[in-house]
Nanobody, 114 residues
Framework: QVQLVESGGGLVQAGGSQRLSCAASGRNSINYMGWYRQAPGKQRELVAAIMSGGTTTYADSVKGRFTISRDNAKNTVFLQMNSLKPEDTAVYYC?????????WGKGTLVTVSS
């Protein structure tokens, strides 16, 4: 059973930075890895995604502030978040497709104080 384990959440002041990590267990190569977030009372939304070849996509709300990257050898994806805003407060979930099956991490809470 594949597991996605996130780390790096916590409390940060507005304007600050935070880096999230997500490591996938197992040795299967992973084509797609991404980060989603869900704020209280809102639907889960895509934040950023990255393919194994390096192609990335971002939500308009985070373009220019967040950067997604990955270490294919370690099946790990990162989300560098800069210039954080209170509206970035949410639970951030790691997502991956492995051999046609979708997996989710348990989520890590990011709280941005104003």
């Amino acid at each position: 059973q594949v597991q996605l384990v996130e780390s790096g959440g916590g409390l940060v002041q507005a304007g600050g930075s935070q880096r999230l990590s997500c490591a996938a267990s197992g040795r299967n190569s992973i084509n797609y890895m991404g980060w989603y977030r869900q704020a209280p009372g809102k639907q889960r939304e895509l934040v950023a995604a990255i393919m194994s070849g390096g192609t990335t996509t971002y939500a308009d709300s985070v373009k220019g502030r967040f950067t997604i990257s990955r270490d294919n050898a370690k099946n790990t994806v990162f989300l560098q978040m800069n210039s954080l805003k209170p509206e970035d407060t949410a639970v951030y979930y790691c997502n991956a497709f492995i051999l046609g099956v979708e997996y989710w991490g348990k989520g890590t809470l990011v709280t941005v104080s104003s």
